[in-house]
């Protein structure tokens, strides 16, 4: 079984792929469910989290204010160290057991694993390789703008807060360019498919 690692900036179209692969039939291994999973309300992870950014960061019905904690780490780097610190490990040793469970089923040829910060938190060594999304800077400021309703001074801070583009280039062994429309986008995808079943 092959394990693929899809990742991307903020706004680059990760999200499309993911969606179009699981319409392809496709397992796909989202780290960002997991990560909302483990810190729901009551949570241990969420009591972690509290404890190191405080009450401020839950809504009145004591959940997780995910816009109001993104705001905060997003713009602060120490910030954003405490809540993977928090975060990070439990994610990806549930990854690595969720793979684990999927060899041991010997039914899929390629599975993937979502993850926007697949390199940075040491999940891309649980991929036999990983694929790349990438888009024009203008194209993924005004998808994040539209998305999420803020500045583009805003989008522009979290784009500046991830990892080097540069740097996610040179680590992912294909590049998928999301920078064209759907169409394009999805015969991306397809060739890929084919190349790596056919291995």
Known sequence: MKVIGLTGGIGAG?????????????IVIDA????????????????KIVHCFGTAVLLEDGSL?????????FNDEEKKRQLE????????NIIKKQIDDFRK??????IFVD????????????????W?????????????????????????DRIQNQM????????????????KGKEELYGQIEYLLMKYVEE
């Open 65 to 73: 204010n995910r816009r109001k904690l993104g705001a905060i780490v």
């Open 164 to 179: 080097e583009g540069e740097e996610k280039r040179r680590l992912a062994q294909e590049i998928i360019d999301n920078s």
């Open 105 to 110: 089923e010997e039914k899929y040829d390629i």
């Open 32 to 47: 960002d469910a997991i990560a909302r999973q483990i810190t729901e309300k009551d949570a241990a992870a969420l009591e």
């Open 14 to 26: 990760k999200s499309t792929v993911t969606d179009h692969l699981r319409g392809r039939g496709y």
């Open 132 to 156: 790349l999304v990438d888009a024009d800077t203008k194209v993924r400021i005004k998808r994040v703008m539209d998305r999420d309703g803020i500045s583009e001074k805003e989008v522009v």
């Open 115 to 130: 993850a926007p910060l697949l390199f940075e938190t040491g999940a891309d060594k649980l991929t036999d390789l990983v």
């Open 85 to 92: 610190q928090i975060t990070t490990v439990e994610v990806v």
